[in-house]
């Protein structure tokens, strides 16, 4: 098994070095054959030469940091705390029934007080049986990489790495580079390439075969990578994964596509890219967070979690402790909530001493509260 992931892993590599391949020869038919029929076609304009080579190198550098960068980025790993220990692994694997293992997971992200609040579709505590870990918010295990990845997007075969929060944003700065790099491509060799058919420019060599096929490839290229550009500019302006944009991240209270935005494009935007206006396009690392702790917009909306005495809650790192009063709410439903079957009434003592009560009238439709 060892060996065939080492294997799938070099063949990974393919789809890499045939990028690596198509820019080297776009490279040289751009550089030599465009410059020389510059000087050709344009009547010796060696301005017109080096404004074009200018450009094409810029663009032809900032594609390659950010492709690289997604190829060899790190991604960080999940914290320890995450990871559960021999005893506590075997304490899991002991059970035979899953109610009993989610028992004991709860228990475990309680003492470690693990900021975990999604849940699988059963409604328990994500855990991988492979890395043994309790899996962070948005982290998944790829089954190509072979580890936990956090905020995992997807793993992505023309890069032969997973895309997660250690390189996202080099990822759509890849996309959007490769799409300004193919569109500058095709616009510049395009007079060439009609000239071509027109004029029969240079019929007898290569060189305006290969321009004509550098413009067509390009524009291919063009198409291709704005369909998944722009599908991935949606996601970084609504703070979703690819995951999470075709299976919502689930919560306590239910599937949620929208748990993890800021509420607005610019937060979510600045989520990913940073606060720096200097550093957003430049394939550098300025996410915020550490792919751990997420702002959330969805919260534990289950009634019944007034009368758990359970520390599992969904309120997120650094919100403010309940208040006296709604703690000493909570405390007189669990000690002297009553209800009255042949009235529909539920009677809640909000002081036991005071005589001081909350009338709940459950008629269909809606719910009315006295004091």
Partial sequence: MGALKTCLRIVGWIPVVFITAVILWAYFAYVVELCYLTVRVAKGQPLLCVLYLLLFHFFLFMFLWAYYQTIFGSHPGVPGEFYLSSDEVQRIESEDRSGEQQEILKEISRDKALPVYTRTYGGGIRYCH???????????????????????DHHCPWVNNCVGYGNYKFFVLFLMYALLFCLYVAITTLPYFVQFWQKGIDSHGAGGFQTVFLCLLAAMFSLSVLAL???????????????????SPIFRHGPDKEGFSRGSASGNFHDIFGSRKSHWFLPMFTSAGDGVNWPMQARDQDSDRLLDDDRDEDLSPGEESPSRDTQQFKKSIQAGTKYDSTSNDVVVPIEPNTGDRVQLVLEPGHIAGTT
């Fill in 130 to 152: 492979i890395c043994k870990i309790i899996k962070p918010d948005r982290c998944h295990h790829c089954s190509v990489c072979d580890r936990c990845i956090l905020k995992m």
């Fill in 229 to 247: 550009t722009c599908v991935h500019i949606r996601l970084t302006l609504t703070n979703q994964s690819t995951i999470e944009s075709f299976r």
